[in-house]
């Protein structure tokens, strides 16, 4: 475990066009603690209290805690209940039956962005469990939305991991959220930070699904030799009319069945993320592809600078299904911007 973002447990008695280049195929499997060979999990009721004191009715950091949560309960459903305590109670208390969310100095949590503290029944006796956790977020983190090519840790990501934590997973040193160390992976859109397929597979298999459908994203960020890179440096690179040029990015389908083909494509956009996720913009090359479930893996795709081009600078964007003919659990994840950028000269 890292500094960045730790875990803390305490038992208790109470109960196709592509060029391939394929870095890794399918999700590398999840983590989690087993009890006389059965999951340690969430069983019955499972409630949330929302820290008023410290993440607020609206704002970022609001929207950030709903994003962190929606990523894993919308996919098996395991709460029942949101509740937000007092705005007086600015405290978060381990061990009171309460599972609470809320924000907290970053000291008091040994300097790390994030901690889960979860309590667990004793194996020993047979109880296999979770009875309650309590996951807390450095206040001085950014909870803004990045692009989808930032290399750091946000607010945003780490609520994410956290949650990942909430429902009984460990750290894995693969390509998830639940990272044992930072940065987080993001995908694009207008919310980036989301969990992967080998998180996802986790979730699968530990709650099950409450809806069989694919989940397709990209990611301009990949895990290279273990640790988190942008997959094409960032450099401004000049380049020609009628020049033959490459991307590199990272594809995935986080859902439990398998997409079917789907169109994607590669765009050069002289508009900066996030209105250019969705803007109309110059097709540099369509391709077909497919992702069966749970299934990642990094491509290189081919393709030409159009000689119709202006001269100028150029974002370049990744965009799976834009066609919109795949049924997904979740759309608005489906484009990322690479850290490279094209300078049409000539």
């Given at each position: 475990?890292?500094?960045?973002?730790?875990?803390?447990?305490?038992?208790?008695?109470?109960?196709?066009?592509?060029?391939?280049?394929?870095?890794?195929?399918?999700?590398?499997?999840?983590?989690?603690?087993?009890?006389?060979?059965?999951?340690?999990?969430?069983?019955?009721?499972?409630?949330?209290?929302?820290?008023?004191?410290?993440?607020?009715?609206?704002?970022?950091?609001?929207?950030?805690?709903?994003?962190?949560?929606?990523?894993?309960d919308n996919l098996s459903h395991v709460v029942d209940g949101f509740f937000v305590n007092p705005a007086s109670d600015c405290s978060i208390s381990h061990g009171d039956g309460q599972n609470e969310v809320g924000r907290v100095n970053r000291s008091a949590i040994?300097?790390?962005?994030?901690?889960?503290?979860?309590?667990?029944?004793?194996?020993?006796?047979?109880?296999?469990?979770?009875?309650?956790?309590?996951?807390?977020?450095?206040?001085?983190?950014?909870?803004?939305?990045?692009?989808?090519?930032?290399?750091?840790?946000?607010?945003?990501?780490?609520?994410?991991?956290?949650?990942?934590?909430?429902?009984?997973?460990?750290?894995?040193?693969?390509?998830?959220?639940?990272?044992?160390?930072?940065?987080?992976?993001?995908?694009?859109?207008?919310?980036?930070?989301?969990?992967?397929?080998?998180?996802?597979?986790?979730?699968?298999?530990?709650?099950?699904?409450?809806?069989?459908?694919?989940?397709?994203?990209?990611?301009?960020?990949?895990?290279?030799?273990?640790?988190?890179?942008?997959?094409?440096?960032?450099?401004?690179?000049?380049?020609?009319?009628?020049?033959?040029?490459?991307?590199?990015?990272?594809?995935?389908?986080?859902?439990?069945?398998?997409?079917?083909?789907?169109?994607?494509?590669?765009?050069?956009?002289?508009?900066?993320?996030?209105?250019?996720?969705?803007?109309?913009?110059?097709?540099?090359?369509?391709?077909?592809?497919?992702?069966?479930?749970?299934?990642?893996?990094?491509?290189?795709?081919?393709?030409?600078?159009?000689?119709?081009?202006?001269?100028?600078?150029?974002?370049?964007?990744?965009?799976?299904?834009?066609?919109?003919?795949?049924?997904?659990?979740?759309?608005?994840?489906?484009?990322?911007?690479?850290?490279?950028?094209?300078?049409?000269?000539?």
């Amino acid at each position: 475990m890292t500094n960045s973002m730790r875990i803390r447990v305490f038992f208790t008695l109470i109960s196709t066009l592509l060029t391939l280049f394929t870095v890794s195929g399918d999700a590398e499997a999840a983590s989690w603690r087993t009890c006389n060979g059965s999951a340690v999990k969430w069983r019955g009721t499972v409630n949330i209290h929302r820290n008023r004191c410290s993440i607020a009715d609206t704002g970022l950091a609001n929207s950030a805690y709903w994003n962190g949560i929606r990523q894993w309960d919308n996919l098996s459903h395991v709460v029942d209940g949101f509740f937000v305590n007092p705005a007086s109670d600015c405290s978060i208390s381990h061990g009171d039956g309460q599972n609470e969310v809320g924000r907290v100095n970053r000291s008091a949590i040994d300097g790390a962005n994030g901690l889960t503290i979860s309590q667990l029944g004793l194996c020993f006796i047979g109880s296999n469990d979770i009875d309650e956790a309590d996951v807390m977020i450095a206040n001085d983190l950014s909870f803004t939305a990045q692009w989808g090519n930032f290399l750091g840790t946000t607010g945003r990501s780490t609520f994410v991991h956290e949650f990942g934590h909430f429902f009984g997973f460990l750290h894995v040193n693969a390509h998830a959220v639940l990272r044992t160390s930072p940065p987080h992976l993001l995908t694009g859109g207008s919310e980036p930070s989301t969990n992967w397929p080998n998180d996802t597979a986790g979730m699968h298999a530990l709650y099950g699904f409450s809806s069989n459908r694919p989940n397709l994203l990209p990611s301009a960020l990949g895990v290279v030799s273990g640790a988190v890179q942008r997959l094409n440096s960032a450099a401004t690179v000049n380049v020609c009319r009628g020049s033959a040029r490459t991307v590199r990015v990272y594809l995935g389908n986080s859902g439990s069945v398998a997409s079917g083909t789907y169109n994607l494509r590669v765009r050069l956009s002289p508009t900066s993320p996030i209105p250019g996720y969705t803007l109309g913009t110059t097709v540099a090359k369509n391709f077909t592809h497919s992702l069966g479930a749970f299934s990642q893996g990094t491509f290189d795709l081919g393709f030409t600078v159009p000689n119709s081009l202006p001269n100028g600078t150029y974002f370049i964007y990744v965009d799976m299904d834009h066609t919109h003919t795949i049924t997904e659990l979740r759309e608005g994840d489906n484009s990322t911007v690479s850290a490279m950028k094209f300078q049409v000269t000539c």
